[in-house]
């Protein structure tokens, strides 16, 4: 495959360097991004840059994944209105770790042809004296240039540090040290990185009258433009510790079609031919949302495995699907408290059930969950409280024999707003 059209009608390219298109075209090429383990896990905003790697891999080249452990500990100001808070080693290193393991889910490591490689950045940041660095590095790109890039433009109002400024020449470093030592030409990120890119291009031409490329992608934001990768939790993240499989797979399925229809060819492997038929099939059945499984298979697939996907799609439609108490009584606890992690509680004592509960009470006098009689009374009357995914009455009594795995009473307010009841 030609990866310059293959990304040309995904959608995800925003600029390139002249020359590019022949440079790919010669032979087999090296490219790489750059991830700062800022974080213990990579978040959804990342999955842009892996998959250009995962594409660039499968049209028989050799992605590189850079592991910022030196930049990491710097601090890059793109994007950012102040400075950032430095880890220490011990949380890089450990962030790393994790990081590393994230991105070996992605990429081939073990291809005959074209095994993808993952570096880290402080094994040839460590082993440069600052003399060195300054005299050798630091000559070749002026003040001048440096300040006429956005990440630091944007900075000069609110105060930039110089180790935050130094950013940008470390990771030209890095661009320089890569093509030297494993002929690595091509560098990608997204769009906001076009400035530390090009300053890595302008030392490779300044010091060896070499020349080097880059390839960025736009910055995604959703339809209705809200921040890609944000939720009302926070971010997206990797990490099932921190985002569950099943709220990662309820991301994907709550995606409008629009966006839906972008994210397929982003963040998928599928071919031209099988997302057209996936848009033709959904077009002619909008409400059954093929689209946004169909994404939310493969990419829930990828990161977390085949039988947590399972597992998401199977607790989906119970909760979301018409079904009866058995059905929902399936859930497990850790699927329960997976799905409704974060969802209003309440704790209760189980000794409440001696005797059945009057269900008013016990979603105002017991629970809390409600402040007021008269309103609570008045959204049962409307048939706007479910219980157990059941419309309830208010004169219909709750026993001990209602709640799911002896524990948890499911209170719905309307379609979307819940609260869970805990009985221990």
């Not at 209705?224 to 993240?237: A, L």
């Not at 994907?252 to 031209?272: E, H, P, R």
């Not at 499984?293 to 597992?311: C, M, N």
Request: neutral net charge.
């Amino acid at each position: 495959m030609n990866f310059l059209k293959e990304m040309e009608w995904r959608g995800m390219i925003h600029n390139t360097t002249p020359g590019l298109e022949i440079k790919l075209n010669e032979k087999p090429c090296l490219a790489y991004v750059g991830f700062d383990p800022t974080a213990d896990s990579l978040h959804i905003g990342n999955l842009v840059p892996i998959m250009l790697l995962v594409h660039f891999q499968n049209c028989g080249h050799i992605p590189v994944a850079l592991i910022g452990g030196a930049t990491g500990l710097i601090g890059d100001p793109s994007g950012k209105s102040s400075e950032r808070n430095l880890l220490s080693k011990e949380e890089v290193e450990s962030n790393i770790k994790n990081i590393k393991y994230q991105l070996e889910s992605f990429l081939n490591l073990d291809s005959q042809n074209n095994p993808a490689l993952i570096v880290n950045n402080i094994d040839w940041c460590d082993k440069i004296s600052m003399i060195d660095f300054f005299r050798d590095i630091g000559k070749s790109l002026t003040l001048n240039y440096m300040m006429s890039k956005e990440s630091v433009k944007n900075r000069m109002e609110s105060g930039i540090s110089f180790t935050e400024f130094s950013y940008q020449l470390i990771q030209a470093y890095d661009f320089y040290h890569l093509y030297n030592s494993m002929n690595c030409e091509i560098q990608i990120g997204g769009s906001d990185q076009w400035g530390n890119i090009t300053s890595g291009i302008e030392l490779i031409k300044k010091v060896d009258s070499k020349e080097a490329h880059a390839l960025t992608t736009p910055l995604l934001t959703k339809q209705d433009g809200t921040k890609f990768g944000k939720s009302e939790s926070g971010n997206i993240w990797l990490d099932s510790q921190k985002t569950s499989s099943y709220k990662f797979f309820q991301y994907w399925m709550n995606s409008g079609d629009t966006d839906a229809k972008n994210w397929i060819k982003i963040f998928t492997t599928l071919g031209k031919e099988q997302i057209y038929d996936i848009l033709k099939k959904h077009e002619a059945a909008p409400h059954k949302r093929l689209l946004q499984t169909e994404l939310a298979k493969d990419i829930t697939t990828r990161v977390h495995g085949v039988d947590k996907f399972e597992q998401a799609l199977r607790v989906s439609k119970i909760l979301f699907g018409k079904n009866t108490k058995e059905e929902i009584k399936q859930i497990s606890i850790k699927e329960f408290e997976m799905v409704f992690e974060g969802v209003e509680k309440h704790n209760i004592s189980i000794n409440l059930f001696d005797n059945s509960v009057d269900p008013v009470s016990l979603l105002t006098e017991h629970s809390k969950a409600f402040a007021s009689k008269s309103e609570l009374r008045r959204l049962f009357s409307s048939n706007a409280i479910s219980i157990n995914k059941k419309r309830w009455s208010q004169d219909k009594k709750i026993s001990k024999e209602e709640l799911l795995n002896n524990k948890y009473l499911l209170v719905q307010k309307g379609k979307k707003n819940y609260i869970v009841l805990s009985f221990d």
